[in-house]
């Protein structure tokens, strides 16, 4: 996991690329995201994870065991998925077809840029 913030013009972005195995306890990188976001309340905050979680709203044709998890999280947090369920896969390998990245973003950062 990193995090890095960058200062635009307007205000301060930070940025977490974060990577869960799917042998790994999913709930252990979302405290990690958790724990970040928990320091930076008023933080505009994008978010590029692999948490091998398979959900239809970010692409994928069904759910799985740890998409709950992830909602969850994402919820709590009033967190925006910027995937598209029609985007093309972010990897795809004989027959199997992929969307394993998922790119979220804090509700203040909709707003700031719709105004």
């Known amino acids: 996991m990193i995090a890095l913030k960058i200062q635009t013009s ?7 690329s974060a990577f869960s195995s799917p042998a790994q306890n999913v709930h252990t990188t979302l405290q990690e995201i958790q724990e970040i976001i928990s320091s930076l309340p ?3 905050i994008v978010i590029g994870a692999n948490l091998n979680g398979h959900n239809t709203l970010w692409g994928y ?3 799985d065991n740890r ?5 969850d999280f994402i919820l709590a947090n009033n967190l925006n ?3 598209k369920p029609d985007a093309l896969p972010t990897f795809q390998i004989n027959n199997r ?12 950062l909709i707003y700031s840029s719709i105004n």
């Open 10 to 16: 307007s205000f301060p972005i930070t940025i977490i």
């Open 42 to 44: 008023t933080e505009k």
């Open 61 to 63: 044709r069904e759910n």
């Open 67 to 71: 998409d709950k998890d992830i909602l």
């Open 81 to 83: 998925i910027i995937n």
């Open 97 to 108: 077809v992929v969307w394993q990245d998922l790119t979220l973003c804090s509700q203040s």
